[in-house]
Protein backbone atom coordinates (compact mmCIF):
# COMPACT_ATOMS: atom_id res chain seq x y z
CA UNK A 1 0.00 0.00 0.00
CA UNK A 2 1.19 3.20 -1.11
CA UNK A 3 2.39 6.20 1.75
CA UNK A 4 -0.69 8.21 3.10
CA UNK A 5 1.07 10.94 2.31
CA UNK A 6 0.96 9.90 -1.36
CA UNK A 7 -2.49 9.51 -1.77
CA UNK A 8 -3.19 13.26 -2.39
CA UNK A 9 -0.49 13.85 -4.65
CA UNK A 10 -1.34 11.37 -6.80
CA UNK A 11 -4.99 12.08 -6.61
CA UNK A 12 -4.06 15.89 -7.50
CA UNK A 13 -1.63 14.67 -10.25
CA UNK A 14 -3.88 12.97 -12.13
CA UNK A 15 -6.31 16.22 -12.88
CA UNK A 16 -2.64 17.27 -15.24
CA UNK A 17 -2.13 13.83 -16.46
CA UNK A 18 -5.73 13.80 -17.76
CA UNK A 19 -4.92 16.64 -19.25
CA UNK A 20 -2.26 15.30 -21.14
CA UNK A 21 -3.96 12.18 -22.52
CA UNK A 22 -6.78 14.45 -23.25
CA UNK A 23 -4.61 16.11 -25.76
CA UNK A 24 -3.20 13.08 -27.51
CA UNK A 25 -6.75 11.40 -27.40
CA UNK A 26 -8.00 14.54 -29.37
CA UNK A 27 -5.09 14.81 -31.47
CA UNK A 28 -5.51 10.99 -32.55
CA UNK A 29 -9.35 11.83 -33.68
CA UNK A 30 -8.81 15.12 -35.17
CA UNK A 31 -5.40 15.23 -36.20
CA UNK A 32 -2.56 17.07 -34.20
CA UNK A 33 -2.78 20.44 -35.95
CA UNK A 34 -6.79 20.98 -35.36
CA UNK A 35 -6.17 20.65 -31.88
CA UNK A 36 -5.16 23.87 -29.82
CA UNK A 37 -3.37 22.83 -26.95
CA UNK A 38 -2.24 25.63 -24.53
CA UNK A 39 -1.48 23.15 -21.72
CA UNK A 40 1.91 23.14 -21.33
CA UNK A 41 4.88 25.01 -20.40
CA UNK A 42 7.25 22.94 -22.60
CA UNK A 43 9.77 25.25 -24.89
CA UNK A 44 8.94 25.04 -28.69
CA UNK A 45 12.02 27.40 -29.73
CA UNK A 46 14.91 25.03 -30.26
CA UNK A 47 17.63 24.88 -27.94
CA UNK A 48 20.46 27.45 -29.25
CA UNK A 49 22.58 25.71 -31.88
CA UNK A 50 26.00 26.57 -29.13
CA UNK A 51 24.16 23.70 -27.19
CA UNK A 52 24.21 21.30 -29.80
CA UNK A 53 28.23 22.91 -30.63
CA UNK A 54 29.13 22.34 -27.33
CA UNK A 55 27.84 18.75 -26.41
CA UNK A 56 29.77 17.66 -29.93
CA UNK A 57 32.78 19.53 -28.53
CA UNK A 58 32.52 18.10 -25.43
CA UNK A 59 32.23 14.81 -26.38
CA UNK A 60 34.98 15.14 -28.87
CA UNK A 61 37.25 16.73 -26.59
CA UNK A 62 36.58 15.38 -22.88
CA UNK A 63 37.72 12.34 -20.85
CA UNK A 64 34.73 10.21 -20.65
CA UNK A 65 35.47 9.26 -17.39
CA UNK A 66 35.52 12.88 -16.25
CA UNK A 67 32.67 14.14 -18.19
CA UNK A 68 30.09 11.29 -17.24
CA UNK A 69 31.65 10.53 -13.65
CA UNK A 70 29.98 11.66 -10.67
CA UNK A 71 31.44 15.46 -9.99
CA UNK A 72 33.45 15.71 -7.12
CA UNK A 73 31.54 18.21 -5.24
CA UNK A 74 27.81 17.71 -4.86
CA UNK A 75 27.46 21.56 -5.84
CA UNK A 76 28.72 20.63 -9.21
CA UNK A 77 31.85 21.30 -10.67
CA UNK A 78 34.09 23.86 -9.72
CA UNK A 79 34.79 25.80 -12.86
CA UNK A 80 31.02 25.73 -13.66
CA UNK A 81 30.37 26.83 -10.40
CA UNK A 82 32.80 29.63 -10.94
CA UNK A 83 31.46 30.43 -14.65
CA UNK A 84 28.09 31.33 -13.49
CA UNK A 85 29.13 33.25 -10.68
CA UNK A 86 31.41 35.28 -13.11
CA UNK A 87 28.47 35.88 -15.23
CA UNK A 88 25.99 37.03 -13.04
CA UNK A 89 28.49 39.52 -11.47
CA UNK A 90 28.93 41.04 -15.32
CA UNK A 91 25.05 41.24 -15.50
CA UNK A 92 23.79 42.32 -11.84
CA UNK A 93 26.66 43.98 -10.53
CA UNK A 94 26.69 41.01 -7.89
CA UNK A 95 30.09 39.59 -6.02
CA UNK A 96 29.29 35.75 -6.50
CA UNK A 97 31.91 33.17 -6.31
CA UNK A 98 32.06 30.02 -7.18
CA UNK A 99 31.21 28.81 -3.24
CA UNK A 100 28.05 30.66 -3.66
CA UNK A 101 26.56 28.55 -6.54
CA UNK A 102 24.77 24.99 -6.31
CA UNK A 103 24.37 23.02 -9.28
CA UNK A 104 20.60 21.80 -9.37
CA UNK A 105 18.33 19.14 -11.34
CA UNK A 106 16.45 21.93 -12.69
CA UNK A 107 14.43 24.69 -10.57
CA UNK A 108 12.06 21.94 -9.54
CA UNK A 109 15.26 20.35 -7.71
CA UNK A 110 17.05 23.47 -6.63
CA UNK A 111 13.70 24.24 -4.88
CA UNK A 112 13.77 21.08 -3.51
CA UNK A 113 17.10 21.13 -2.06
CA UNK A 114 16.60 24.60 -0.82
CA UNK A 115 13.44 23.96 1.52
CA UNK A 116 14.90 20.43 2.43
CA UNK A 117 18.20 23.08 3.26
CA UNK A 118 15.53 25.31 5.34
CA UNK A 119 12.19 23.63 6.53
CA UNK A 120 11.77 21.95 9.84
CA UNK A 121 8.46 20.17 10.16
CA UNK A 122 5.77 23.22 10.97
CA UNK A 123 7.68 25.61 9.28
CA UNK A 124 5.75 27.94 7.16
CA UNK A 125 6.43 29.16 4.03
CA UNK A 126 4.57 31.99 1.96
CA UNK A 127 3.59 31.94 -1.59
CA UNK A 128 1.57 34.83 -3.63
CA UNK A 129 -1.30 33.40 -4.98
CA UNK A 130 -1.55 32.50 -8.11
CA UNK A 131 1.52 30.50 -7.84
CA UNK A 132 3.18 27.44 -9.81
CA UNK A 133 1.19 24.34 -8.36
CA UNK A 134 4.43 21.96 -6.94
CA UNK A 135 5.30 24.61 -4.59
CA UNK A 136 2.40 23.11 -2.23
CA UNK A 137 3.92 19.36 -2.67
CA UNK A 138 7.41 20.93 -2.70
CA UNK A 139 7.40 22.23 0.95
CA UNK A 140 4.85 18.80 1.63
CA UNK A 141 7.76 16.98 1.22
CA UNK A 142 9.59 18.60 3.92
CA UNK A 143 6.60 18.08 6.32
CA UNK A 144 6.23 22.77 6.10
CA UNK A 145 3.01 24.61 5.92
CA UNK A 146 2.53 26.39 2.70
CA UNK A 147 0.48 29.77 3.56
CA UNK A 148 -1.14 31.55 0.53
CA UNK A 149 -1.49 35.34 0.12
CA UNK A 150 -4.86 35.96 -1.72
CA UNK A 151 -3.86 37.18 -5.97
CA UNK A 152 -4.52 40.51 -6.55
CA UNK A 153 -6.50 40.31 -9.86
CA UNK A 154 -6.60 44.19 -10.58
CA UNK A 155 -2.52 43.52 -11.79
CA UNK A 156 -1.37 40.71 -9.80
CA UNK A 157 1.24 42.14 -8.07
CA UNK A 158 1.41 41.07 -4.73
CA UNK A 159 -0.74 42.16 -1.66
CA UNK A 160 1.92 43.23 0.72
CA UNK A 161 -0.95 44.27 3.58
CA UNK A 162 -1.85 40.81 3.48
CA UNK A 163 1.73 39.09 2.87
CA UNK A 164 2.16 41.47 5.90
CA UNK A 165 0.21 39.78 8.40
CA UNK A 166 0.26 36.23 6.90
CA UNK A 167 4.24 36.44 8.12
CA UNK A 168 4.22 34.34 11.68
CA UNK A 169 7.70 33.49 13.98
CA UNK A 170 6.97 30.38 11.80
CA UNK A 171 7.43 31.82 8.46
CA UNK A 172 11.11 30.68 7.04
CA UNK A 173 10.57 31.06 3.55
CA UNK A 174 9.01 33.04 0.54
CA UNK A 175 8.56 31.82 -2.66
CA UNK A 176 8.51 34.75 -5.32
CA UNK A 177 8.30 33.82 -8.93
CA UNK A 178 8.75 36.67 -11.23
CA UNK A 179 8.44 36.77 -14.54
CA UNK A 180 5.16 34.72 -13.20
CA UNK A 181 3.79 31.53 -14.08
CA UNK A 182 0.90 31.56 -14.15
CA UNK A 183 0.21 35.30 -14.82
CA UNK A 184 3.38 36.47 -16.89
CA UNK A 185 3.47 39.57 -14.98
CA UNK A 186 6.65 40.79 -13.57
CA UNK A 187 7.33 41.69 -10.52
CA UNK A 188 7.91 45.64 -9.90
CA UNK A 189 11.18 46.92 -8.49
CA UNK A 190 8.86 48.83 -6.13
CA UNK A 191 6.92 45.95 -4.94
CA UNK A 192 10.33 44.15 -4.61
CA UNK A 193 11.40 46.65 -2.51
CA UNK A 194 8.69 46.79 -0.42
CA UNK A 195 8.45 42.97 0.77
CA UNK A 196 11.86 43.36 1.16
CA UNK A 197 11.34 45.94 4.06
CA UNK A 198 8.33 44.34 5.62
CA UNK A 199 10.68 41.07 5.70
CA UNK A 200 13.17 42.99 7.20
CA UNK A 201 10.81 44.72 9.69
CA UNK A 202 9.35 41.01 10.71
CA UNK A 203 12.55 39.28 10.87
CA UNK A 204 13.88 41.89 13.86
CA UNK A 205 9.80 42.06 15.35
CA UNK A 206 9.84 37.79 15.75
CA UNK A 207 13.39 37.48 16.18
CA UNK A 208 13.65 35.34 13.37
CA UNK A 209 15.48 34.20 10.08
CA UNK A 210 13.11 34.59 6.62
CA UNK A 211 14.81 33.44 3.63
CA UNK A 212 13.61 34.92 0.38
CA UNK A 213 13.39 32.05 -2.48
CA UNK A 214 13.38 33.61 -5.80
CA UNK A 215 12.18 30.92 -8.52
CA UNK A 216 12.89 32.12 -11.92
CA UNK A 217 12.98 30.13 -14.79
CA UNK A 218 11.88 32.94 -17.00
CA UNK A 219 14.05 35.61 -16.02
CA UNK A 220 15.32 35.46 -19.60
CA UNK A 221 11.51 35.37 -20.84
CA UNK A 222 10.52 38.69 -21.29
CA UNK A 223 9.39 41.21 -23.65
CA UNK A 224 9.51 45.32 -24.21
CA UNK A 225 12.80 45.55 -22.46
CA UNK A 226 10.97 44.97 -19.14
CA UNK A 227 13.71 45.03 -16.27
CA UNK A 228 13.67 41.88 -13.55
CA UNK A 229 15.07 42.75 -10.90
CA UNK A 230 17.96 40.69 -9.27
CA UNK A 231 16.83 39.77 -6.10
CA UNK A 232 20.03 39.61 -4.02
CA UNK A 233 20.44 43.09 -4.55
CA UNK A 234 17.73 44.26 -2.36
CA UNK A 235 17.32 41.90 0.94
CA UNK A 236 20.18 40.06 2.25
CA UNK A 237 18.62 36.64 2.85
CA UNK A 238 17.65 35.81 -0.38
CA UNK A 239 18.30 32.69 -2.36
CA UNK A 240 17.98 32.43 -6.04
CA UNK A 241 16.86 29.58 -8.00
CA UNK A 242 17.50 29.40 -11.64
CA UNK A 243 17.17 26.73 -14.44
CA UNK A 244 18.16 26.50 -17.97
CA UNK A 245 14.66 24.72 -19.23
CA UNK A 246 13.09 27.69 -20.50
CA UNK A 247 15.97 30.28 -21.34
CA UNK A 248 17.67 27.64 -23.59
CA UNK A 249 14.83 25.26 -23.58
CA UNK A 250 16.43 22.20 -21.93
CA UNK A 251 13.89 21.14 -20.03
CA UNK A 252 14.22 17.45 -20.11
CA UNK A 253 18.12 18.06 -19.03
CA UNK A 254 17.39 19.21 -15.73
CA UNK A 255 20.00 21.40 -15.49
CA UNK A 256 20.48 25.00 -12.85
CA UNK A 257 21.65 26.00 -10.08
CA UNK A 258 20.94 27.92 -6.83
CA UNK A 259 22.42 31.00 -5.83
CA UNK A 260 23.61 31.45 -1.98
CA UNK A 261 24.87 34.64 -1.55
CA UNK A 262 27.39 35.28 1.51
CA UNK A 263 24.73 37.86 2.71
CA UNK A 264 22.96 35.22 3.71
CA UNK A 265 22.61 34.04 7.49
CA UNK A 266 25.11 31.46 8.62
CA UNK A 267 25.63 31.28 4.39
CA UNK A 268 28.30 28.69 5.29
CA UNK A 269 26.08 25.97 6.65
CA UNK A 270 23.35 26.97 4.08
CA UNK A 271 26.36 26.21 1.49
CA UNK A 272 27.14 23.36 3.12
CA UNK A 273 23.81 21.62 3.91
CA UNK A 274 22.46 22.64 0.04
CA UNK A 275 25.30 20.39 -0.94
CA UNK A 276 24.24 17.67 1.48
CA UNK A 277 20.52 17.65 0.86
CA UNK A 278 21.54 17.36 -3.37
CA UNK A 279 23.24 14.14 -2.25
CA UNK A 280 20.65 13.08 0.54
CA UNK A 281 17.64 14.21 -2.16
CA UNK A 282 19.17 11.31 -4.15
CA UNK A 283 20.24 13.69 -7.28
CA UNK A 284 23.53 13.29 -5.95
CA UNK A 285 25.25 15.75 -8.56
CA UNK A 286 23.25 17.84 -11.11
CA UNK A 287 23.72 16.03 -14.62
CA UNK A 288 27.62 16.20 -15.29
CA UNK A 289 27.46 16.76 -19.22
CA UNK A 290 24.79 19.30 -18.64
CA UNK A 291 27.12 21.48 -16.42
CA UNK A 292 29.68 21.95 -18.86
CA UNK A 293 27.37 22.41 -21.49
CA UNK A 294 25.62 25.55 -19.67
CA UNK A 295 29.02 26.73 -18.58
CA UNK A 296 29.88 26.88 -22.81
CA UNK A 297 26.50 28.49 -23.10
CA UNK A 298 25.81 31.74 -20.77
CA UNK A 299 25.90 33.83 -22.97
CA UNK A 300 23.36 32.24 -25.47
CA UNK A 301 19.75 33.14 -25.36
CA UNK A 302 16.60 31.76 -26.90
CA UNK A 303 14.72 33.67 -29.89
CA UNK A 304 12.60 35.78 -27.51
CA UNK A 305 10.79 37.23 -30.74
CA UNK A 306 8.97 33.82 -31.42
CA UNK A 307 7.31 33.82 -28.14
CA UNK A 308 7.13 37.51 -28.34
CA UNK A 309 5.16 37.20 -31.64
CA UNK A 310 2.67 34.34 -30.32
CA UNK A 311 2.15 36.85 -27.49
CA UNK A 312 1.13 39.66 -28.85
CA UNK A 313 -1.48 37.61 -31.62
CA UNK A 314 -3.00 35.35 -28.77
CA UNK A 315 -3.42 38.50 -26.67
CA UNK A 316 -4.92 40.80 -29.87
CA UNK A 317 -7.17 37.57 -30.51
CA UNK A 318 -8.83 36.83 -27.35
CA UNK A 319 -9.16 40.68 -26.53
CA UNK A 320 -10.87 41.08 -29.42
CA UNK A 321 -12.94 38.09 -29.07
CA UNK A 322 -14.58 40.18 -25.24
CA UNK A 323 -11.83 38.04 -23.18
CA UNK A 324 -10.65 39.67 -20.36
CA UNK A 325 -6.51 39.49 -19.72
CA UNK A 326 -3.62 41.15 -18.82
CA UNK A 327 -0.97 41.43 -20.95
CA UNK A 328 2.23 39.43 -19.97
CA UNK A 329 5.56 41.32 -19.35
CA UNK A 330 7.91 37.75 -19.38
CA UNK A 331 7.42 34.37 -19.43
CA UNK A 332 4.99 32.22 -21.90
CA UNK A 333 1.52 32.26 -20.32
CA UNK A 334 -1.51 34.39 -20.69
CA UNK A 335 -3.94 34.40 -17.45
CA UNK A 336 -7.32 35.11 -18.67
CA UNK A 337 -10.53 35.50 -16.70
CA UNK A 338 -12.88 32.85 -16.97
CA UNK A 339 -15.94 34.43 -18.43
CA UNK A 340 -18.05 31.64 -15.66
CA UNK A 341 -17.31 31.63 -11.82
CA UNK A 342 -16.41 27.81 -12.48
CA UNK A 343 -13.31 27.80 -14.78
CA UNK A 344 -13.59 24.84 -15.24
CA UNK A 345 -16.84 24.60 -16.70
CA UNK A 346 -15.16 26.93 -19.15
CA UNK A 347 -12.15 24.65 -19.47
CA UNK A 348 -14.68 21.81 -20.48
CA UNK A 349 -16.41 24.15 -22.71
CA UNK A 350 -12.90 24.47 -24.67
CA UNK A 351 -12.50 20.87 -25.07
CA UNK A 352 -15.82 21.14 -27.44
CA UNK A 353 -13.52 23.37 -29.71
CA UNK A 354 -10.25 21.23 -28.94
CA UNK A 355 -9.35 24.10 -26.75
CA UNK A 356 -7.04 22.76 -23.63
CA UNK A 357 -6.48 25.10 -20.95
CA UNK A 358 -5.33 25.15 -17.77
CA UNK A 359 -7.97 26.24 -14.38
CA UNK A 360 -6.64 28.48 -12.54
CA UNK A 361 -7.60 26.46 -9.38
CA UNK A 362 -4.76 24.94 -10.23
CA UNK A 363 -2.35 27.81 -9.17
CA UNK A 364 -5.02 28.71 -6.51
CA UNK A 365 -6.38 30.98 -8.31
CA UNK A 366 -9.77 30.10 -9.78
CA UNK A 367 -12.23 31.90 -11.94
CA UNK A 368 -9.20 32.04 -14.41
CA UNK A 369 -7.41 30.18 -16.75
CA UNK A 370 -3.91 29.97 -18.38
CA UNK A 371 -2.82 29.20 -21.78
CA UNK A 372 0.15 28.55 -22.43
CA UNK A 373 1.33 29.98 -25.66
CA UNK A 374 4.94 28.51 -26.16
CA UNK A 375 3.12 26.51 -29.35
CA UNK A 376 3.48 27.09 -32.71
CA UNK A 377 2.02 30.28 -34.63
CA UNK A 378 -0.02 28.12 -36.55
CA UNK A 379 -1.43 26.28 -33.28
CA UNK A 380 -2.29 30.45 -31.99
CA UNK A 381 -3.60 31.77 -35.62
CA UNK A 382 -5.66 28.73 -36.11
CA UNK A 383 -7.27 28.65 -32.27
CA UNK A 384 -8.57 32.67 -32.86
CA UNK A 385 -11.49 31.37 -34.77
CA UNK A 386 -12.32 28.69 -32.39
CA UNK A 387 -12.29 31.10 -29.48
CA UNK A 388 -14.47 33.46 -31.28
CA UNK A 389 -17.33 30.55 -31.25
CA UNK A 390 -16.12 29.66 -27.88
CA UNK A 391 -16.29 33.25 -26.83
CA UNK A 392 -19.89 33.17 -28.28
CA UNK A 393 -21.33 31.05 -25.91
CA UNK A 394 -21.06 33.46 -23.34
CA UNK A 395 -21.70 36.24 -25.33
CA UNK A 396 -18.48 38.22 -24.32
CA UNK A 397 -18.80 40.35 -27.72
N1 LIG B 1 9.11 27.02 -11.17
C1 LIG B 1 8.19 27.47 -12.03
C2 LIG B 1 7.48 28.72 -11.72
C3 LIG B 1 7.91 26.75 -13.20
O1 LIG B 1 6.98 27.23 -14.04
C4 LIG B 1 8.61 25.55 -13.46
C5 LIG B 1 8.32 24.75 -14.65
O2 LIG B 1 7.42 24.99 -15.41
C6 LIG B 1 9.56 25.14 -12.53
C7 LIG B 1 9.78 25.89 -11.40
C8 LIG B 1 10.33 23.89 -12.74
O3 LIG B 1 11.27 24.08 -13.75
P1 LIG B 1 12.45 23.08 -14.04
O4 LIG B 1 12.16 22.42 -15.34
O5 LIG B 1 13.66 23.92 -14.14
O6 LIG B 1 12.54 22.11 -12.92
Same mark, same amino acid.
Given at each position: ????????????????????????????????????????????????????????????????????????????????????????????????????????? $?????????????????????????????????????????????????????????????????????????????? $??????????????????????? $???????????????????????????????????????????????????????????????????????????????????????????????????????????????????????????????????????????????????????????????????????????????????????????????
Amino acid at each position: MIADKMKNMVANSSAIRAMFEEGNRLAQIYGAENVYDFSLGNPNVPAPDAVKNAIIELLEDSDPLILHGYTNSNSGYEDVREAVAVSLNERFGTNFAARNIVMTV $GAAGGLNVILKTLINPGDEVIAFAPYFGEYRSYTNNYDGVLVEVSPNTVDFQPKLDEFAEKITPKTKAVIVNTPNNPT $GVVYSEETIKKMASIMEEKEKEF $GTEIYLISDEPYRELVYDGVEVPYLTKYYHNTIVGYSYSKSLSLPGERIGYLVIPDEVTDSGDVQSAANVATRILGFVNAPTLQQKIVARCLNEKTDISYYNRNRETLYQGLKDCGFECIKPEGAFYLFVKSPVEDEKEFCAAGKKYNILMVPGSSFACPGYVRLAYCVSYETIVNSLPKFRELSKEYQTK
